[in-house]
């Protein structure tokens, strides 16, 4: 029997209320105890879980196969896939194979090149933008590949792509982004923001495009940490403030109260901006209720 992926993530973006999505990573193996773990304490506190595909261009279990075991738990996920590994006949084969998997959500990206990764070796694919992959899903979703041949079966999906408000040239990032809502994407997760004033600045302009924002959110775990992600992570900026508040608090051992306090403030700031928030903790997971509960973010 057929199954039919419905979308309770969609009911939430679609709804008068604060969404909040999460984000893990596929384990390098086949043991999911850990993140069963984690994807349970999430239960109540987060509408929707992010599942990686490879993250970092490090080799990980299918997102696929994990979101349809989630799905068994009763934890939403939105599967990710990326342009980086798969071409066009291969992208349809996984969507197809997630919608008869019941999988409700799939978020498009680029991916991280496979030289930074732990099989440097690998040739890169990225046949397809991010923008090309939603046309995909759109086609797949009205009965036809995307080459026109007819479906036997059609799937459905609720669909979203990334964006960065941060990026340096703000114009170019903007005009990618409606090609991703013109391709059909209901959503659109964003890079990591610290600044505030850059992400109203970002909003001013995508919240005309009447399609739901999830602002990115990652607690700041250390200064080496932060450093890291200002010298290579494009898009995100840590205010110098910031870091100074983290060096101290590593002085004083007390890092994950002040990393929640600044997450939280974050989050309490930009709440009237945007639909929702995706919290990306990075193996602090359990800080996630804190930071929710910190930020009054459930009603």
């Known amino acids: 029997m057929e199954k039919i992926a419905l979308s309770k993530l969609r009911e939430a973006l679609q709804s008068e209320r604060f969404v909040i999505t999460s984000e893990l990573t596929p384990p390098k193996g086949t043991d999911l105890s850990s993140l069963f773990a984690k994807s349970d304490s999430l239960m109540g506190i987060v509408d929707a879980v992010n599942l990686t595909e490879s993250h970092a261009a490090r080799m990980a279990m299918d997102p696929v196969a994990v979101g349809h075991l989630l799905l068994d738990r009763g934890v939403e996920p939105i599967v990710q896939m990326t342009c980086r590994d798969k071409n066009r006949i291969a992208i349809q084969a996984s969507l197809l194979g997630a919608a008869a998997l019941g999988i409700p959500n799939v978020v498009f990206m680029g991916g991280d090149?496979?030289?930074?990764?732990?099989?440097?070796?690998?040739?890169?694919?990225?046949?397809?933008?991010?923008?090309?992959?939603?046309?995909?899903?759109?086609?797949?979703?009205?009965?036809?590949?995307?080459?026109?041949?007819?479906?036997?079966?059609?799937?459905?999906?609720?669909?979203?792509?990334?964006?960065?408000?941060?990026?340096?040239?703000?114009?170019?990032?903007?005009?990618?982004?409606?090609?991703?809502?013109?391709?059909?994407?209901?959503?659109?997760?964003t890079q990591a923001i610290y600044d505030v004033d850059t992400f109203e600045k970002f909003m001013e302009v995508a919240e005309k495009s009447e399609v739901s924002i999830l602002a990115g959110i990652i607690p700041i775990k250390s200064v080496k940490m932060a450093t890291y992600m200002n010298d290579k992570v494009p898009g995100v900026s840590i205010p110098d403030e910031l870091i100074a508040k983290i060096a101290k608090a590593e002085e004083e051992g007390n890092v994950a109260v002040t990393s929640i306090d600044i997450a939280?403030?974050?989050?309490?700031?930009?709440?009237?901006?945007?639909?929702?928030?995706?919290?990306?903790?990075?193996?602090?997971?359990?800080?996630?209720?804190?930071?929710?509960?910190?930020?009054?973010?459930?009603k």
Request: include cysteine; charged fraction near 25%.
């Open 264 to 298: 939280a403030r974050l989050c309490r700031e930009i709440k009237t901006m945007c639909k929702g928030v995706h919290i990306m903790a990075i193996g602090w997971e359990d800080k996630i209720p804190a930071i929710v509960q910190q930020a009054e973010l459930q």
């Open 113 to 189: 090149p496979p030289k930074n990764g732990d099989h440097p070796d690998a040739k890169p694919v990225f046949d397809l933008f991010a923008s090309q992959l939603l046309d995909v899903a759109r086609s797949l979703q009205r009965g036809r590949d995307w080459t026109g041949n007819k479906l036997k079966g059609i799937p459905k999906f609720c669909v979203g792509a990334v964006a960065n408000p941060g990026a340096p040239n703000l114009r170019a990032e903007l005009d990618n982004m409606r090609r991703k809502i013109d391709a059909g994407a209901e959503f659109l997760q």
